[in-house]
Nanobody, 124 residues
Framework: VQLQASGGGLVQAGGSLRLSCEAS????????IGWFRQAPGKDPEFVAS????????YYTDTVKGRFATSRDNAKNKVDLQMSSLKPEDTAVYYC??????????????????WGQGTLVTVSS
């Protein structure tokens, strides 16, 4: 599976952005897709994930109620809708794939595929 993230940019605090992760490969439907972010000088952190069926989603506490992830398996695509953005959301965002569930406890070594990052900058 190859992943391509897009949609990052500069937005004012309180604004919204929609990130997309497009995948190649016929087995996309077998993978849980996760979103991680890495702010300057900080370790990568789990943001959200969505199970292969789309029926289950998981979020880190700091984005609950503001971010929503969804997937369209027919289009091999996962989106991350980000609203009420805060300056502390500024980071490079990555999508990732794993055949098992991705949660905040998932380590980098447990991720099978990573997409390239897309930069989100939230100005105050």
């Amino acid at each position: 599976v190859q992943l391509q993230a897009s949609g990052g940019g500069l937005v004012q605090a309180g604004g919204s952005l929609r990130l997309s992760c497009e995948a190649s490969g016929r087995t996309f439907v077998n993978y849980c897709i996760g979103w991680f972010r890495q702010a300057p000088g900080k370790d990568p952190e789990f943001v959200a994930s969505i199970a292969w069926s789309g029926s289950s989603t998981y979020y880190t506490d700091t984005v609950k109620g503001r971010f929503a992830t969804s997937r369209d398996n027919a289009k091999n695509k996962v989106d991350l809708q980000m609203s009420s953005l805060k300056p502390e959301d500024t980071a490079v965002y990555y999508c990732a794939a794993r055949r098992m569930l991705i949660t905040k406890s998932t380590t980098r070594s447990e991720i099978e595929y990573w997409g390239q990052g897309t930069l989100v900058t939230v100005s105050s």
